[in-house]
């Protein structure tokens, strides 16, 4: 079927517009287009509008004027508005027209600024709000959209996915975008892309979702019937936090060739439709349930219906304009576009200093990062010779603009048709392809780029330069070829290229016969990120013999340019390969490879012992190379096989297993039922609107903090005059600015803003407001602060020597200490460091002010704690908290980490509106975010423990440290729950445990899912392995038999009824098949050195309340209109957990009527006041009973009229009710009973009950690089009898995706100095799509229903996070398997997270022997364990 829209007919009528190489298919494709702005709210507005840039002076008012009439005042697009075309205003600098379309739409921009970048143009001057910011480094894929152009050359249309956020508007010179926005909406048709991510639940707080969509659908546009394989690698540049991935994987496989997808082939349309999508596998009507969704409820997907390319821009493109030349003027900087290598060549002579670009992706982080700023940018990319591929005599010559995705493919393309002796560099560069960046990056970073820019850690200049690949190098006069060898790079991204001359191409040779070639990264996360150390060896033998004749060993990582270890390679020549050689060749390179122990990157000794472990797989690989050559080389012995193994990932499978409601339920009740999450298809079509997406006022003006550089200092003076000189500065504020109080904070310990001293790098000094965010930014970093700097105390260890604690130091204790420990027949003492954890909500921190009459302030946060948020403002503006409304619609993602800490923000904004009385928004970049509001607590455990022969652990005395930072904040809720979890699931007679929380000079660090307790159970964990490997014990039958029973009592005095802890353990071992993998490991274990499997079995039990007993209250307000519809409102936010779903769950089983009648808006504080934040697992459990409470008052109201008119619908009853003059509207209220724990006399109830797992999960550790595979985890999780099991199982994935992340992954670095290193996903890296467990399982155990809490459910959030540790002590496990094999056993030392560096280091070996550490204390290293 054709669909055709009015605007495009006569177009798609014109055969002649069609290439003759398209298919038919691809003939049929039209634009349909999906408009935008609709979470824009463009035109009808009146006192707003959306296209008001600033940053473009009077432009966007013509802009606005031309677009507001295309669209009604619901937001959807008038017909005629398809064909119409958006004009930028007069061009008033000399710029060219930049000609591009979105989503069909032509856009004519005359006064593009080359500084501004495709993500800033979608969102703030088309409105298209869809498309996300997460990052603004290319990191997080929340930004992707669909970039097509067309090739005249190949006469192929070309569709990549790219960043939004690092495409310069100015590249985009006849190019066709799709956005979310472009290819469905919920109003109009959903594409089944965007439908089959929401059905699978594969959308929580949605912030990922539409980057993740355009990933999928740039896919299938070129690719409609893809492998999981082409999936995986499409979501290389994508991340989630909320998920787990696993859901949106599922989903997409029902277009793959694997899970069984026809495409729309099906004898009766998409097999989908027909529910055979071969996911399907529930036992409906059984007890058990194993399907979350029905594939039949899929749209199916006809690649034949996709939109075309817009035939204007084809024919113009033939007509050579994509080539010509243009200039495009901006505020700061000029960008040119040479239209001949020629014109390029002069200008780059005429302009030495220019920047060139190519895919941004360097220039783009330098300019957003690094505050640089090109006068002149030459854009290159669409010349003739940068681009073009020449196969020679001996090899392939790669134009400097080819992008990574060409070279790959055309390199793929070359190793199927040559013989395999010649494409090992081409093997080796595709190796390294494999594991750069992701395919956003990869579809737009050019070759050239790479080498260009010089980094130490490029991936492919070490193979280049291992390979001898040869550059040619051009100015205006001529060209000449240079050997990429260690004379190229001349120091830190420094080459030499002389600054008149311009890269030409790359030239990578064949292989020889007797050549072998490998290539190695070794990075923290394996998928899209940066490298330790990277690495291409290539020997050469003399013919027939296994004699050295020619060895290149370049690596990356290892100084500031990469190098080539040339006096170890010499030292090798002439010599045979074996035995000898490689001892000599690890002496010798553990000697030139060294670094100073201060070199920035840190892991130095790591670093260096992986130059030898890299060399040892390669000299492994070429002995096996070699002997298949004839050659008798020493055999490599079948245990260090793998150890020449490539990684290779495979496809992750799962099952999913859940109670079926009771037979008898009524198909209208939906609480039991996995139902979606109620916004899942908004957020997949971008038009569920975020805070920053709430469409611009008229004046609303933008804030820019003005951050301390130093962690202690007293601020000696502040100049802002060049600030205050910057283009559309409005005003600079400081603390006297506050009307109100400048005190702030959950303790009244912090500051607005700094007031003459600062105790954190990041603290607030100041704020900029301008017109525009980039003139906000630009003047905050003129501030010119002077310090007088005062000695900071950093981390924990300096709090201890320093005795710096906050208030009070909390003790638990029960039973006989003394007594326990003299019982015991063995004592050991013990302590693990466990990492702080960044939020990484996809969503950062963000807030819009808008001053109204009588001192009123609106504001739109995303915050999980409207009320504080709301308090905070009030204090200080200096109004009672009647003038502050605060609203959030929904998050971008929480974790904990908007609960408290979003007010820092808030309330500076709300300042600057108060004073300015305009509207202030301000949406933090990401690594402001990570900067200033804290994350995690680290701990610090130190404990000594008693047990007996039988490994029963009869005393502990357990202290705990944590990092609190320059504040309070919920340290002292945060380590009070650590405590309550100090003995994790296990029953102890003798405890006592003590927590001093450290007052450093870091960002207040603060809640984070769990809140404590997993570190607590963190530390318990530890001591419990330690027992087992003390007593050479499984760790599991240690743990089993310390498991709490029914009736038992904690440290605390509250005894324990419905433990499910056995059930849960029971269960969880049988559906993991514990036994035959533990068999199966300790096997493959013996039969290999180099490789080790470990498993772990980790059980949790999480209590459920605020254990501050006031907040466990919750409010509700109910509202049914006269129509019958219903409007619900409670006091808990949307972050993604599902709790609105839920609640409308809960309403629509009282009330009776369908979900569709109930409709939650937003959370606001002028309809529920006094609210608790939306924190502590327990919101469902307490908004639910007030949700309840509030609809039974409604439903006695409307009882007397049921009972007259019984056979009346819900719409007569309220009605009746209504004319008889009924209050319909309810508010509910809900206080937990009996709670109130005292720490004094160690009484009182802390909990209301408690959540139960286990969790098993098995690993594999490469013990020569420290990189683990998660292969399998199987988690049976105790949720009572759950409101919605999708939402349910979606937060074990997700909480045990982040507990991953806690344990095995994410690692915040600080200087010596208080400096947070790591501020963005380049740095930081959280789980992504390839770290899911090969096999993951997830049970919520079945009859298990729980007296406690709404329909006998129990809550979800936190609980599940913990289990991740079973991952971690896996890792343990196998570590403890390596060590073995170098005669080293008992308990040792694994901090947390477990690193490749940390597995690495501690699988001790050889190779870590000629590396050893430096002497601490005696350099000042890189980071600091905090
Ligand atoms: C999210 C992300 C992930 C990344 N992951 C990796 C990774 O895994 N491994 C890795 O090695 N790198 C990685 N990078 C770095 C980057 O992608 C590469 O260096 C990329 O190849 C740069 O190409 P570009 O076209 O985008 O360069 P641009 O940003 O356009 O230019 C980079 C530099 O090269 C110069 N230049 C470009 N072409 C020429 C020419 N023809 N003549 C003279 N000078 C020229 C420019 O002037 C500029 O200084 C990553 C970057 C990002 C943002
Ligand atoms: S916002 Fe562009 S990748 Fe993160
Ligand atoms: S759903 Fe992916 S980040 Fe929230």
Not at 726 to 753: H, I, K, W, Y
Not at 921 to 934: A, F, Q, V, Y
Not at 1090 to 1114: C, E, H, Y
Not at 1316 to 1338: C, E, H, M, N, W
């Amino acid at each position: 079927m054709i669909k055709v829209l009015p605007g495009f007919c006569a177009l798609t009528a014109h055969p002649a517009w069609f290439p003759s190489s398209w298919t038919a298919a691809s003939a049929l494709w039209f634009w349909w287009d999906g408009g935008g702005g609709r979470g824009g709210g463009r035109g009808g507005g009146g006192t707003r509008s959306i296209f008001k840039s600033p940053q473009h002076g009077g432009a966007q008012d013509s802009v606005s004027r031309t677009m507001a009439g295309t669209q009604n005042r619901t937001g959807s697009e008038t017909q005629d508005s398809v064909s119409r075309t958006i004009t930028g205003p007069e061009n008033r600098t000399g710029s060219d027209e930049l000609i591009f379309f979105v989503n069909g739409r032509k856009i004519v921009e005359r006064n593009p600024d080359p500084e501004t970048t495709l993500l800033t143009y979608l969102r703030r001057k088309l409105g298209l709000t869809g498309t996300k910011l997460g990052c603004a480094e290319g990191g997080c894929g929340a930004c992707t959209v669909m970039v097509s152009r067309y090739q005249p050359a190949s006469q192929r249309l070309l569709h990549c996915a790219v960043n939004a956020c690092l495409a310069p508007l100015c590249s985009l010179h006849l190019v066709a975008v799709t956005t979310v926005e472009g290819i469905g909406s919920v109003a109009r048709k959903l594409h089944p892309v965007q439908e089959r991510i929401a059905r699978a639940h594969g959308s929580q707080c949605g912030f990922c979702t539409p980057g993740i969509v355009m990933s999928m659908y740039t896919l299938l546009r070129n690719n409609p019937r893809p492998s999981m394989a082409d999936v995986e690698e499409a979501f290389q540049g994508n991340l989630c936090r909320c998920t787990g991935y696993r859901p949106i994987l599922e989903g997409y496989k029902t277009f793959t060739v694997d899970g069984g997808c026809c495409g729309g082939k099906g004898k009766d349309g998409c097999c989908m439709t027909n529910g055979n999508g071969g996911l399907q596998n529930s036992k409906d009507g059984s007890e058990e349930a194993t399907s979350l969704y029905n594939t039949a409820d899929f749209e199916p997907y006809d690649p034949t219906q996709e939109v075309i390319f817009p035939p204007e821009l084809m024919s113009l493109s033939k007509c050579g304009e994509s080539s010509r030349s243009l200039r495009f003027r901006g505020e700061r900087t000029t960008w040119l576009q040479p239209d001949s290598l020629h014109e390029f060549l002069l200008l780059k002579w005429k302009h030495p200093d220019a920047r060139v670009v190519v895919g941004n992706t360097e220039v783009g982080i330098e300019v957003k990062f690094k505050n640089m700023a090109y006068p002149v940018v030459l854009a290159p990319g669409s010349i003739a010779e940068l681009n073009a591929v020449t196969h020679t005599e001996d090899g392939i010559v790669f134009g400097a603009a080819c992008t990574l995705s060409h070279m790959g493919a055309v390199l793929r393309k070359a190793v199927q048709s040559l013989p395999p002796h010649q494409t090992e560099v081409f093997q080796a560069v595709l190796e390294q392809l494999q594991w750069f960046a992701g395919q956003q990056i990869r579809n737009v970073a050019a070759v050239g780029g790479n080498i260009m820019t010089a980094s130490p850690i490029s991936d492919l200049n070490p193979v280049f330069m291992a390979a001898g690949c040869k550059l040619t190098l051009m100015d205006k006069d001529g060209s000449r070829e240079v050997l990429m060898d260690d004379s190229f790079f001349t120091g830190y991204r420094k080459t030499a290229v002389e600054p008149q001359e311009i890269l030409l191409s790359i030239h990578i040779p064949y292989s020889q016969k007797s050549q072998f070639i490998s290539a190695f990264k070794q990075s923290p996360r394996r998928e899209d990120d940066i490298s330790i150390v990277t690495a291409a060896m290539s020997v050469t033998f003399s013919p027939g013999t296994d004699v050295v004749k020619d060895l290149r060993l370049s690596f990356g990582g290892m100084a500031p340019v990469t190098v080539l270890a040339r006096r170890t390679a010499d030292r090798l020549l002439g010599r045979q390969w074996g035995e000898e050689l490689l001892q000599e060749a690890c002496s010798l390179l553990a000697e030139e490879m060294s670094l100073d122990p201060s070199a920035p990157g840190g892991m130095v000794s790591y670093r260096r012992t992986l130059t030898l472990s890299l060399f040892y797989k390669f000299y492994l690989r070429v002995l096996q190379k070699l002997r298949l050559q004839g050659l008798s080389v020493q055999e490599v012995s079948s245990e260090c096989l793998s150890a020449t193994e490539v990684y290779r990932p495979e496809t992750p499978s799962s099952v999913q297993v859940y109670q079926a409601v009771p037979e008898g339920q009524s198909l209208g009740d939906v609480v039991g039922r996995p139902i979606m999450h109620l916004s899942a298809l908004k957020q997949a079509t971008g038009e569920a609107v975020y805070c920053d997406d709430v469409p611009l006022y008229e004046n609303e003006l933008y804030l820019a903090l003005i951050t301390s550089t130093k962690a202690h200092a007293r601020i000696l003076s502040v100049d802002t005059a060049a600030a205050e000189r910057s283009p559309g500065v409005v005003c600079c504020l400081f603390a006297s600015d506050v009307p109100g109080s400048n005190v702030t904070g959950m303790r009244q310990d912090e500051t607005v803003f700094a007031d003459g001293q600062v105790t954190c790098v990041g603290h607030i000094v100041g704020a900029v407001v301008a017109d525009t965010q980039l003139h906000a930014q630009r003047a905050a970093k003129a501030v010119k602060i002077q310090y007088e700097e005062l000695e900071p105390v950093i981390t924990i260890q300096e709090a201890i020597v320093a005795q710096s604690f906050y208030k009070p130091i909390r003790t638990i204790q029960s039973g006989d200490l003394e007594a326990g420990f003299k019982q015991a027949d063995h004592i050991l003492d013990g302590e693990i460091h466990i990492g702080g954890q960044e939020h990484f909500y996809l969503e950062t921190n963000v807030t819009l002010a808008v001053p109204r009459e009588d001192g009123e302030m609106e504001l739109f946060i995303s915050s999980q704690s409207p009320s504080d948020s709301q308090a905070f403002v009030a204090k200080a503006l200096g109004v009672p908290a009647n003038r502050v409304l605060v609203r959030v619609k929904r998050m971008g993602g929480g974790f904990g980490g908007k609960e408290s800490r979003t007010s820092v923000l808030s309330t500076v904004v709300a300042v600057a509106a108060d004073k300015l009385k305009r509207p202030v928004r301000c949406m933090l970049d990401r690594d402001e975010d990570m900067l200033i509001t804290g994350g995690r607590h680290p701990f610090y455990g130190k404990y000594k423990v008693g047990f007996l022969q039988t490994g029963k652990v009869v005393a502990l005395d357990v202290t705990f440290y944590s990092n609190a930072g320059n504040s309070m904040d919920l340290s002292q809720a945060i380590m009070e729950r650590a405590l309550f979890h100090m003995e994790n699931s296990y029953s102890i007679p003798n405890v006592r445990g003590q927590g001093f929380i450290c007052r450093t000079n870091l960002p207040s660090n603060t809640a984070f899912r769990g809140f404590g307790g997993p570190q607590g159970m963190m530390v318990a964990e530890n001591w419990i392995t330690d027992v087992a490997h003390c007593l050479g014990r499984s760790a599991e039958e240690v743990r089993r038999l310390n498991l709490y029973l029914e009736g038992e009592s904690t440290p605390y005095n509250q005894i324990l009824h419905g433990v499910t802890l056995d059930r849960c353990w029971d269960e969880c071992l049988s559906r993991s098949e514990y036994e035959r993998r533990r068999a199966a490991a300790d096997l493959f274990n013996r039969q290999n050195r180099w490789t080790k499997r470990g498993l772990a079995v980790v059980p949790t039990k999480f209590g459920i309340s605020f254990t501050a007993t006031f907040l466990n209250q919750a409010g509700a307000l109910v509202h049914i209109y006269r129509d019958g519809s219903v409007l619900l409102t409670h006091g808990g936010t949307e972050m993604g957990q599902g709790l609105h779903t839920k609640m409308v769950q809960v309403a629509s089983r009282v009330l009776g009527i369908p979900c569709a009648r109930i409709y939650v808006s937003e959370t606001s504080t002028n309809t529920v006041a006094n609210t608790s934040p939306t924190a502590a697992s327990a919101s469902s459990d307490l908004n639910g009973a007030a949700v309840l409470n509030a609809c039974q008052t409604l439903l006695k109201r409307l009882e007397p009229y049921r009972t007259q008119n019984p056979k009346g619908s819900w719409e007569d009853w309220v009605k009746a009710a209504y004319l008889d003059r009924v209050n319909l509207s309810a508010n509910g209220f809900y206080r937990t009973p009996d709670l109130g724990y005292d720490f004094d006399t160690n009484s009182g109830r802390a909990f209301n009950y408690y959540s139960y797992g286990v969790a098993c999960s098995e690993v594999e550790i490469d013990c020569l690089t420290g990189a683990h595979k998660n292969l399998s985890t199987t988690i049976v999780m105790d949720v009572g009898h759950s409101l919605n099991p999708a939402i349910d199982v979606g937060q074990v994935e997700g909480g045990f995706m982040q507990g991953l992340g806690l344990f095995t992954l994410e690692e915040l670095h600080y200087s010596p100095r208080g400096v947070l290193l790591t501020r963005g996903p380049g740095s930081y890296k959280i789980p992504a799509f390839g770290d899911i467990p090969t096999q993951l399982t997830v049970s919520l155990l079945r009859d298990a229903p729980n007296d406690k809490a709404i329909f006998a459910s129990k809550a979800v959030g936190e609980p599940p996070l913990f289990l991740a540790s079973s991952v971690f002590y896996a890792i343990k496990d196998a570590v403890r398997a390596a060590r073995a094999e170098s005669g080293t056993t008992g308990p040792f030392r694994l901090d947390s997270p477990a690193s490749a560096e940390r597995i690495r280091t501690a699988c001790c070996d050889r190779f870590t022997k000629l590396c050893p550490p430096a002497q601490p204390g005696t350099f000042t290293p890189w980071s600091v364990r905090v």
